[in-house]
């Protein structure tokens, strides 16, 4: 009697039934109800880093990244650039190249690849950082019931200098502290410069860049 398996029984082995798939990536953001100054129209729900320092990572990972790809190209476009500029003359490619030849190009395409590198390395990291500035910057982040932003805290410098007598109302319509809690569930990372060292790191070191 054969006891081998014929060929016409399907397999249903793990191996030949089960789909493996790539581990899911985490969210970077997540959902949260809108808040009292949220725009209506954005609907009730926004996206925000779950604090100062995922936010920071982020944009930290999102420069390295575009840094990364940037160069990459850049690698690519100053080789074709070496071996232009370093080409032998039409005289020389007539007469035939020589091991002398053969060597001062070599010599000439890594000094050009390393002077484009160099200038590339420069402009990539400026591009990357005009490229997360903005959306980082606008991006928002989730504080706790009770924080205050930092246009909350002028409103709350504004509010010292009024009279006793209209300062509660003013407050409560104002800021939105109504049984002492503020509906604020998040603010954009801008309104925390200076408030937050995770974002003063990032954002605070980039205004200044852009103002040198």
């Not at 581990?23 to 997540?30: A, T, Y």
């Not at 990539?124 to 246009?151: E, M, N, Q, T």
């Not at 200076?194 to 974002?199: A, E, K, L, Q």
Request: aromatic share 6%; with cysteine.
């Amino acid at each position: 009697m054969d006891a081998s398996v014929p060929d016409n029984v399907v397999d249903y082995s793990p191996s030949s039934t089960v789909i493996e798939f790539d581990r899911p990536v985490s969210l970077l953001r997540g959902p949260l109800p809108a808040g009292r100054s949220d725009e209506p129209s954005a609907g009730t729900y926004v996206l925000a880093f779950r604090d100062s320092r995922a936010w920071a990572s982020s944009f930290v990972a999102c420069e390295r990244k575009i840094v990364e790809q940037c160069e990459e190209g850049a690698r690519i476009g100053c080789a074709v650039s070496a071996s232009r500029n370093c080409k032998p003359t039409w005289w020389k490619a007539l007469a035939g190249s020589t091991l002398s030849d053969l060597k001062e190009r070599e010599q000439c395409e890594v000094r050009e690849m390393a002077d484009c590198l160099a200038v590339a390395k420069e402009k990539c990291v400026g591009f990357a950082r005009d490229k997360c500035l903005v959306p980082f910057r606008d991006a928002r982040i989730r504080v706790a019931k009770g924080v205050l932003s930092s246009k909350d805290v002028g409103k709350l410098i504004g509010w010292a200098s009024m009279p006793a007598s209209g300062r509660s109302l003013w407050l409560m319509n104002q800021v939105g502290l109504i049984g002492g809690d503020l509906e604020m569930t998040n603010c954009k990372a801008s309104e925390l410069l200076g408030f937050d060292n995770y974002v003063q790191c990032i954002l605070g070191e980039r205004q200044q860049d852009t103002e040198n």
